[in-house]
């Protein structure tokens, strides 16, 4: 079955840039997105189609996609960022009809 | 502003069918849109469990394709997860959300608080 592939964790200092990649085969073809959780709570989409940013989510988070890798930057982290991350594509049928999520990455702010 | 909240008991029993509800506010379920399930194991991951449109057309995660039934109640403006035979492998916090596919895109947004379903006997 399609895997996206996250690394478990990914440590910065406040005002650091943190960057968090998400692998998988199809990423050339399908758009991601991005979801960040906090402990208790929701995820929310904090990236989607690659690096398109809803409204009320910061500038500070961007989003890029070069091959088979996507790429979730957060520039100037600040403490509230700390959270695990989410990247999510269509499975790789290209019917857009399945999900797959990765593993999830778990950001520390130092 | 379009919000959602899952109810359904919180504890169900090894063999049993866990049934949770997903009411939506701020939107008609008949107006288009698909709506998704997806879980998260204590200290894991999300998975996906399936989707519905408004028309009831469903699609399902494959690995839980013949356990999964979801349906929709547009008069209630609500839809609603079945999922039979549970084994303590399908503890979990249990989220609906808005799922959108657009062209060439799909994606969760907004997402409901969850509630955690734990089997048990």
């Known amino acids: 079955s399609y895997e996206l592939t996250q690394p478990p964790s990914v440590s910065v200092s406040p005002g650091q840039t943190a960057r968090i990649t998400c692998s998988g085969d199809?990423?050339?073809?399908?758009?991601a997105y991005w979801y960040q959780q906090k402990p208790g709570q929701a995820p929310v989409l904090v990236i989607y189609k690659d690096s398109e940013r809803p409204s009320g989510i910061p500038e500070r988070f961007s989003g890029s996609s070069s091959g088979t890798t996507v790429t979730l930057t957060i520039s100037g982290v600040q403490a509230e960022d700390e959270a695990d991350y989410y990247c999510q594509s269509a499975d790789s049928s290209g019917t857009y009809q399945g999900v797959v999520f990765g593993g999830g990455t778990k950001l520390t702010v130092l | 502003q379009v919000q959602l909240q899952e109810s359904g008991p919180g504890l169900v029993k090894p063999s049993e069918t866990l049934s949770l509800t997903c009411a939506v506010s701020g939107y008609s379920i008949s107006s288009g849109y698909y709506w998704g399930w997806i879980r998260q194991p204590p200290g894991k991951g999300l998975e996906w469990i399936g989707s519905i449109y408004h028309s009831g057309s469903t699609y399902y995660n494959p690995s839980l394709k013949s356990r999964v039934t979801i349906s929709v109640d547009t008069s209630k403006n609500q839809f609603s997860l079945k999922l039979s035979s549970v084994t303590a492998a399908d503890t979990a916090v249990y989220y609906c959300?808005?799922?959108?596919?657009?062209?060439?895109?799909?994606?969760?947004?907004?997402w409901g608080q969850g509630t955690l379903v734990t089997v048990s006997s």
């Open positions: 199809a990423l050339p073809k399908q758009y």
């Open positions: 959300a808005r799922y959108r596919i657009e062209m060439a895109s799909n994606w969760f947004d907004p």
